[in-house]
């Protein structure tokens, strides 16, 4: 299976099959941020399209607007749960394929789709392609890559979503919405060239194909500790980011007088955006100069001054802000770099990939809870400010867990070696 000679001898370095895997997982990447968002910015032509029936019913379009962002949602938290077990058993190079051709499949189907119904079946299907993508890319890498420089691309590859997000964007300007989402037609294709073009996963094909279900679920719970520890350590992270990227334009607002703040509200999150990806281009060099345990501290800690300067001290808004949101999106950049082989190397081949997908999907589930919280949250804690700097002392639970974890740094140390 594949185009390339799994008999030849590499070369010493990086063989070609290397470089085509993570030209493929960079891609996939790019097009799990474009479905992802594609669907936000065509939403209001899309329900215009699908719901004349209801033009007048503002409640009922609303509902639907739910019910079309929170499906997804849901397939991609199913997904990344459910691929990692599924790549574990079946191998990564089907799995990867498979999961880019549901985001495909059910993505260019939305050109076809004759009702709102039917489009909140397709996006469920397309989010559930989403959560394998973003699990199996990483966990295929980390297998393949040489250790010399696997922190370093695997961080490149991390900042393939934001690309994705920024390209949706550029096609919601280019084309019609039934037009647009035929850009599904793009990972259909990158799945065949994948299944073509790749072989399997070493590790996974040496250790691991005749592995059971009985004797997984058996190292699932030898694992629980490091189980514990990654969801903990990833849903750390992302409360933090979350809170911030859904509520730090609101908190700027409030912060202005005699201003309607949209250049100013635009500025920052240009910045938290542009720190994002140059945070996660960096992270792999970050991990190679420091270590990757290190260097997740000087993340936790970095984020934790960063919202304690940016939430604590500001009553009022000024220049340096900008100067604090970037470094705080710098470093917001750096750790999800960083979580991308952090997590992975937690656990042996046999179930890094399902541990994997339960450690981000878990953490996914407690950030969703976390963050609708926080808008209940303002008027008890007297403002956004407070209310935004309350959720960022997870960065402090983050720090303490990487730090008195000795288990897992251990068991890091160990992976980093293979």
Known sequence: MGGIDSNRKEKPGIGKFAWILFICCFLSDVLAGQVSTLMSVYLPDVLDALMQDRAGDAEAVIQIETYINSIFLLGWTLGGFSWGLISDHIGRLRSFALSLACIGIFTWLIYFVPSWELLVAFRLLAGFGVGGVMVISVTYLS????????????????????????????INILSGWREGFLMGIVP?????????????????????????????????????????????????????????????????????????????????MMLLGIGGITGGFLSGWVAKTLGVRKAMLLCFSGCSLMAFLLFGLNHDFSRVIYFETALLSLFFGISQGLLSFYIPQLFPTAIRAGATGFCFNLGRIFTTIAVFSLGSMVSLLGGYGNALLSFSAVFVLGLALVYTDRHSAKALATASEQ
């Open 143 to 170: 297998e393949v890559w040489p250790k010399s420089s696997r922190n370093i691309v695997i961080g490149i590859v991390s900042i393939g979503f934001p690309v994705g997000i920024f390209s949706s964007g550029l």
């Open 188 to 268: 259909t294709l990158l799945a065949v060239v994948a299944f073509l073009a790749l072989r399997e996963s070493p590790s996974w094909s040496k250790a691991d194909r005749g592995a059971s279900f009985r004797g997984r679920v058996q190292l699932f719970a030898q694992h629980r500790k490091e189980l514990i520890h990654g969801s903990l350590v990833f849903g750390s992270t992302l409360i933090g980011l979350w809170a911030v990227f859904s509520w730090y334009p609101t908190w700027v607002q409030s912060l202005l007088v005699g201003s309607d703040g949209q250049q100013e509200r635009g500025l920052v």
